[in-house]
């Protein structure tokens, strides 16, 4: 369901999927929920980024990290939480550049 919450964390999958479309089917997307966080998790390979609306602001917030550095509901470790990477409010542009930055390889992978 859509909300003033997680609006922004749509806007970034959707997006996403658009400058990814030939690469997307290969992701494994899943809901990410940590309390008021509420957005999207995506897996590749070892791979894994969550995101969604902060819980203290507006900004974007960006997990990455291995797949194992993720727990049930895919709540990052306390070293992802540690490194985690804020954009600014309705910067999705932003946003998807970082979590294209860090699948990069994996899709370079896919495309040989």
Do not use: H
Request: proline share 2%; glycine share 6%; aromatic share 12%.
């Amino acid at each position: 369901m859509l909300t003033y919450k997680n609006a922004q964390a749509y806007a970034v999958l959707a997006g996403l999927y658009a400058s990814q479309a030939d690469n997307f089917e290969m992701l494994i997307v899943e809901p990410y929920c940590n309390g008021r966080e509420q957005g999207f998790a995506l897996e590749l390979n070892n791979k894994k980024v969550a995101f969604s609306e902060g819980r203290n602001s507006d900004y974007i917030v960006i997990y990455c990290g291995k797949s194992t550095d993720f727990s049930d509901g895919n709540i990052p470790s306390e070293k992802v939480y540690t490194n985690r990477r804020l954009v600014e409010f309705l910067n999705i542009k932003s946003a998807i550049e970082i979590i294209e930055d860090w699948l990069q390889m994996e899709f370079a992978e896919i495309d040989e």
